[in-house]
């Protein structure tokens, strides 16, 4: 279905034209929750499901990255509480506030523009209906267009008050980072038929609750296949196989941002980390070199200000429309985007 067929469906389910252009199409500006927004959101990703589309949603913390993946062409940003490890230093994310997350989903809403932006509700958020509904409504007021929670079977009453409250939620089942002290590691799950049919369960109880979609966090294969054909809502994998509808990653796995740990089912298509390590080696060697020239070139500091080395403003200021190089801050506003010098 393409997207004037869905904008047009959306509309016919009783959403206003401009609400229903909001959250496909300008994320960025808020609207209230309501039950037929939420709604609609849910019929969206299920069409979209079942049109055979399959989806990319990546991780971001910040507005720059936001404003990378946005323009890169993901459908789905989620500030993960990953946050708190890759970029709190954190050593898991059972550390993560509300704090954290909101302030992080402000940057990130400013730079997405078209992708829908899920925010997960952290560790002790979402421990009875009521508390998950108003830390949601923080996210949803933060300018998150959904939510995502840890949980399946365990989770469903606070799922569907989410959803009840107008919100659009994400389950997430499987490994559930959340757990990991309790859990004692990164474990896979599905590996015994027990464990096999709590994932189906859980997944089912996700959709019934009213979930628009669901991670499956390190899910055996044939399991999440399992669930991905059983299931109406999309299923987003990570380290789940390929045969979910879509695939989520953890941004600084994806470019190599964070080189002292890569998950295994993770494969960097990029190597920041080293670019960056670079690019500040050359910037220390070239400063020291800099200030070991100056220090042997003009130690004379106590040289008189009219006889300082240094050139004449005014002969800088001819300077600055002659010249077309650097340092020229004409020629540097000229490069930078109409735009992005709107800040
Ligand atoms: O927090 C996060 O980044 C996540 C993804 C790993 C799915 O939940």
Redesign the pocket.
């Known amino acids: 279905m393409n997207s004037t067929a869905i904008k047009n469906r959306l509309v016919e389910f009783g959403e206003s034209k401009n609400r229903t252009e909001n959250f496909l199409s300008a994320p960025q500006i808020s609207w209230r929750s309501s039950l037929k927004g939420c709604n609609a959101v849910n019929l969206s990703f299920r069409e979209r499901k079942a049109g055979g589309e399959k989806f990319a949603m990546l ?1 971001a913390y910040d507005y720059p990255m936001a404003r990378l993946l946005d323009e890169s062409g993901v459908d789905l940003v ?1 500030v ?3 946050l708190g490890m890759v970029v709190l230093g954190y050593p898991d ?1 059972t550390s993560v506030t509300m704090e954290h997350m909101v302030h992080h989903c402000r940057a990130v809403v400013r730079g997405a523009k078209s992708a829908f932006v899920v925010a ?1 509700l952290p560790i002790g958020s979402v421990d009875t209906p009521e508390v998950a509904v108003q830390n949601a409504m923080r996210l949803y007021e933060a300018g998150a267009h959904g939510v ?1 929670l840890e949980g399946g079977v365990t989770r469903c009453r606070e799922i569907a008050a989410i959803v009840e409250a107008g919100i659009p939620v994400m389950g ?1 089942i499987g490994m559930l ?1 959340q757990r990991v002290l309790v859990e004692g590691g990164y474990k896979i799950k599905g590996k015994t038929p027990i464990e096999a049919a709590q994932l189906c369960a859980d997944a089912v109880a996700v959709e019934k609750a009213g979930a628009f979609a669901v ?1 499956m ?1 390190l899910v055996r294969h044939e399991v999440a296949h399992e669930i991905t054909t059983t299931i109406t809502i999309p299923t987003i994998g ?1 380290g789940s196989g390929p045969d979910c509808d879509g695939q ?1 990653l ?1 941004i600084h796995d994806l470019v190599g941002l964070f080189p002292w740990f890569t998950p295994k089912f993770a494969t960097p298509h990029a190597h920041v980390a080293v670019a960056i390590r670079k690019a500040v080696q050359t910037f220390v060697r070239d400063a020291k070199a800099a200030g070991e020239a100056y220090s042997t070139k003009s130690h004379d500091q106590s040289l008189p200000l009219e006889k300082s080395p240094l050139p004449e403003i005014s002969s800088l200021e001819s300077r600055k429309t002659q010249s077309p190089g650097r340092g020229n801050l004409n020629s540097v506003q000229g490069q930078i985007e109409p735009e992005a010098s709107n800040r």
């Open positions: 991780t989620l993960g509480d990953s994310t997960d995502k997430h980072p991670v966090e990570i989520v953890v």
